[in-house]
């Protein structure tokens, strides 16, 4: 058992940057690749990022890369959003999720997943 708890999220213009966090709860999150998702009204939800249990291999959406930076601080039990040059097109849900294959894109193949945190970026 997993729980995800997001925080971060918020408004901000165009070009801007916000982080993102996840904290888990339990001794297991070394265990467990972490991603990140985002889903808009009427949408599917949506991979932007994945990073596996050691922290040492990263995915991204061609969407997002360059900008967006996933980490991981298994003492801490956190994950990291770091997003930069946000653009309107990244207004959504953000979704933090656990799974137990390393660096899984789908979202079908993650077990655990956060509340979900607002961003939305004016231009």
């Known amino acids: 058992q997993v729980q995800l708890v997001e925080s971060g999220g918020g408004l901000v213009q165009a070009g801007g940057s916000l982080r993102l966090s996840c904290a888990a709860s339990?001794?297991?999150?070394?265990?467990?690749?972490m991603g990140w998702f985002r889903q808009v009204p009427g949408k599917e939800r949506k991979f932007v990022a994945a990073?596996?249990?050691?922290?040492?291999?990263?995915y991204y959406a061609d969407s997002v890369k360059g900008r967006f930076t996933i980490s991981r601080d298994n003492a801490k039990n956190t994950v990291y959003l770091q997003m930069n040059s946000l653009k309107p097109e990244d207004t959504a849900v953000y979704y933090c999720?656990?799974?137990?294959?390393?660096?899984?894109?789908?979202?079908?193949?993650?077990?655990?997943w956060g509340q979900g945190t607002q961003v939305t970026v004016s231009s």
């Open positions: 990073i596996n249990e050691s922290g040492g291999s990263t």
């Open positions: 999720a656990a799974g137990p294959l390393s660096t899984a894109t789908s979202r079908y193949d993650y077990n655990y």
């Open positions: 339990g001794r297991t999150f070394s265990s467990y690749a």
